[in-house]
């Protein structure tokens, strides 16, 4: 489809790049928890390579987004899979000398990608509503979310390097995204009677902090276990 330039495609390709550069903390700490433990070489390669899956995968969503919005329960699901996500980067003790650092990178990759697909389920709607559906214009608006997802994770990381907390603040995101996709889920609000205020809010903090407190217990009998070795 041929694109007509003007000041109404301009708006909305900054609308779309708004979206991108607002929506893309969320992305960027899901590269930082997923790669936080690999050597800084075989880091950067998962950054480079997760950051291109995904984006490549939002594109395809955001075309297809009708399709998608279509399959009942599919908030509801991706909110599951989030919180299991965002317990596993949280304890991830898989020692960089007993595996391989060539399935470590893959396995970060992959956990990169399938975050990113889940959590990019509102990026993608609010992406091709601005977008009017127009692939170009998907497309260009998803790309500049490239650099904020590469230094942003990267930056992260290092701030996981110097503070314990700082894993669990990410976990703490992640979880919390993860409740809001479930209870915003339309069939399950439906279901339950649910309207975003005080209950939401407080399912969010419950879910969050059984995630986090079975991360710390976890990580602590991880610890015990290496020192008495």
Known sequence: MELAWSAATIIAVLKIIAIDIILSGDNAVVIAMATRRLPVDKRNIAIGWGTIGAVILRIVFASIIALLLGIPYVHF??????????????????????????????????????????????????????????????????????????????????????????????SAILAWTAS???????????????????????????????????????NKKFGQTSSSH
């Not at 994770?153 to 110097?162: A, D, G, N, Y």
């Not at 339950?192 to 986090?212: D, R, S, W």
């Open 77 to 170: 699901v991706g909110g599951l899979l989030l919180l299991w996500i965002s317990y596993k980067v949280l304890v991830n003790h898989e020692d960089s000398k007993d595996v391989k650092a060539k399935d470590t990178t893959l396995q970060a990759i992959g956990t990169i990608i399938m975050a990113d697909a889940v959590m990019s389920l509102d990026n993608v709607v609010a992406i091709a509503g601005a977008s009017g559906g127009h692939i170009v214009l998907i497309a260009m608006g998803v790309l500049v979310s490239i650099p904020i997802m590469i230094f942003g994770s990267k930056l992260i990381v290092r701030l996981m390097e110097r503070f314990a907390i700082v894993p669990y603040i990410g």
């Open 180 to 218: 809001d996709m479930i209870t915003g889920d339309e069939r399950i609000a439906a279901m339950f009677h649910i309207e975003k205020g005080p209950f939401t809010y407080v399912f969010a903090v419950i879910v969050t902090a059984i995630v986090l407190i079975l991360g710390y217990i976890s």
